[in-house]
């Protein structure tokens, strides 16, 4: 790959670059919310199999990356709803 073309490709952005050294639990989350608009943690368990604990996990490393954006349920203020932010 010449350099024009690597420079290109940067330029356009890979959305999933930041998701890219996260853990396979953090990109599966992040799968899983790529193809379902909002979740909460409890679904988001659901939908992966994975245990609550890794999902809170999953998260928390999405959250840092900037990669998912969180608010409160307007239903019920004790659960938060989750989304992709890439």
């Known amino acids: 790959m010449s350099a024009p073309e690597a420079v290109s490709a940067d330029e356009s952005g890979d959305r999933w670059a930041a998701v890219r050294d ?3 639990s953090a990109k599966l989350v992040a799968k899983v919310l790529e193809y379902n608009d909002t979740l909460t943690q409890s679904e988001l368990a659901e939908e992966t199999l994975l245990p609550p604990r890794t999902v ?3 998260l928390s490393r999405l959250e840092d990356a900037d990669v998912v954006d ?12 989750y989304s992709l932010n890439i």
């Open 22 to 24: 996260l853990p396979p």
């Open 56 to 58: 809170r996990y999953a």
């Open 70 to 81: 969180s608010r409160f349920s307007f239903s019920d203020a004790r659960k938060r709803l």
